[in-house]
């Protein structure tokens, strides 16, 4: 039996490199050789056991490859072309699917519904750190990358500019609306460039590191809070003479920043959550206004499928939001174990790594 190398999730604190055997393609899918991929700040909670997978899976959820064999029922594509896949792969046909909610693609259960469904890619089916990778009902999930596009412009498609994207999206930003972003990570960086194409006119990041202060500039923030310098809730407020901000957008995962993204919104204001929480969150009665201040809280898993992908590619193309700055790192697949301790430990400036088998 044929083999390839990939990341496997050993038990928390171990993902290795191994070998495991080359996927069965079904008629609805394809098999693509990964040129390029990389690691998500998702995969750390993976590696920390703080989100649950089953041992021995492949992890990682954002390719970049070439079709190396189709499935007998998959058309409308070749073999040898260039393609990306969404972290979320949409079967198309669950009622998640059919109410437009891709990323909840889940299958139903006798005790209900089961969230996070579409997330599959190193999640519930073997994923993207490898030299290849199954993608399931491929027609849904497939978007050509033209041949004048690199591998790392389109790299951030698949998730990080897809979800920061959404963030923006869910917060309903209007033009010439206020907006705050709290951290500057990738996820943020990308909701920090959709706010700005989403017509937001002034756009406050919170971050305290150089590199991504620099950073969230040059994808749009007109100001820059330091949180490290004081407290960024009453220097936010002061930027917007105390109106408070129309949307805040919260992309780190903390009890402190989803309770700061609450207490800069204006009344009737949205908070906008793309973060990844690890323990419960406490929503104060005091900023709250005991559940009478018109706020709107939403929360976003990352959109899927080929029409968003198709989307994300053409923002790239057009040269409205250019991503590439954003990978900082490169390794190949045989020192993923060094890239994950790189990445995790956010050592040596890192932002994102670029794998390449």
């Not at 998500?40 to 390719?63: A, F, N, S, W």
């Not at 820059?224 to 805040?248: L, Y």
Request: net charge negative; hydrophobic share 40%; glycine share 12%.
């Amino acid at each position: 039996m044929a083999k390839m190398r990939a990341a496997i999730f050993v038990e928390p604190g171990r993902i290795v490199l191994d070998d495991k055997p080359m996927p069965d393609v079904g008629p609805l899918d394809a098999l693509m050789r990964i040129t390029t991929t990389t690691i998500c700040g998702t995969d750390v909670h993976i590696l920390k056991g703080e989100y649950p997978v089953q041992r021995g899976l492949t992890i990682g959820h954002e390719p970049v490859g070439v079709v190396e064999k189709l499935g007998s029922a998959v058309q409308g594509y070749r073999e040898g072309q260039r393609v990306i896949a969404g972290a979320i792969c949409t079967s198309g046909h669950s009622n998640a699917a059919l109410c437009g909610c891709h990323s909840q693609d889940g299958p139903g259960t006798k005790h209900g519904f089961k969230p996070l469904g579409g997330w599959k890619f190193g999640n519930t089916i073997d994923g993207t750190q490898a030299e290849f990778v199954l993608v399931p009902d491929a027609m849904a999930n497939l978007a050509p990358v033209p041949d004048a596009l690199s591998d790392e412009q389109v790299l951030m498609c698949p998730d990080i500019m897809s979800t920061g994207f959404s963030g923006a999206e869910s917060g309903a930003i209007r033009i010439g609306d206020t907006v705050v972003v709290f951290a500057q990570g990738p996820i943020g960086l990308c909701a920090t460039a959709g706010a700005k194409l989403q017509g937001a006119t002034t756009i406050i990041a919170v971050e305290s590191v150089p590199e991504r202060i620099a950073m969230a500039r040059q994808m749009g923030a007109d100001h820059v809070v330091d949180f490290s310098a004081g407290d960024p809730v009453a220097e936010i407020m002061r930027i917007t003479d105390g109106r408070g901000v129309d949307v805040a957008i919260e992309a780190l995962g903390r009890q402190e920043t989803f309770e700061a993204s609450l207490r800069v919104l204006r009344p009737g204001g949205t908070l906008s959550s793309l973060g990844v929480y690890s323990s419960d969150l406490t929503i104060p009665v005091d900023v709250f206004l005991a559940g009478l201040g018109d706020h709107t809280i939403r929360t976003t898993l990352c959109p899927g499928g080929k029409e968003r992908m198709r989307r994300l590619i053409e923002v790239i193309a057009s040269g409205r939001v250019d991503t590439r700055a954003l990978v900082t790192h490169r390794f190949k697949l045989e020192q993923i174990e060094a890239a994950y301790e790189l990445f995790a430990n956010q050592r040596d400036g890192v932002l994102k790594v670029a794998i390449t088998p």
